[in-house]
Nanobody, 116 residues
């Protein structure tokens, strides 16, 4: 089993930045593929980005160039640096992990609100 706990969400003005963190416990962190998903009110949940156990990254077109996913295998932590935030980035962001699929395990989510 893998336990995931997100932090770092909050209220930010348009154009601002936030960094989300996801602390993982319970298994071999470096072997996990990990990702971020988000769900806005009334909308479906969308994949945002992922990083493989080997360090390869991929991003949704809507966040490419603004968000950066990274991992620290020594700290068992996944990050999502979000810059140039827009109101449409407002959502609950969830960390995910898995040894095959990236979304076998889920965190509880953290709210990000982009508003002036």
């Amino acid at each position: 089993q893998v336990q995931l706990v997100e932090s770092g969400g909050g209220l930010v003005q348009p154009g601002g930045s936030l960094r989300l963190s996801c602390a993982a416990s319970g298994s071999s962190f470096s072997m996990l593929h990990m990702g971020w998903y988000r769900q806005a009110p009334g909308k479906q949940r969308d994949w945002v980005a992922h990083v493989t156990s080997g360090g390869s990254t991929n991003y949704a077109d809507s966040v490419k160039g603004r968000f950066t996913i990274s991992r620290d295998n020594h700290k068992n932590t996944l990050y999502l640096q979000m810059n140039s935030l827009k109101p449409e980035d407002t959502a609950v962001y969830s960390c995910t992990a898995g040894y095959g699929a990236i979304n076998t395990y889920w965190g509880q989510g953290t709210q990000v609100t982009v508003s002036s």
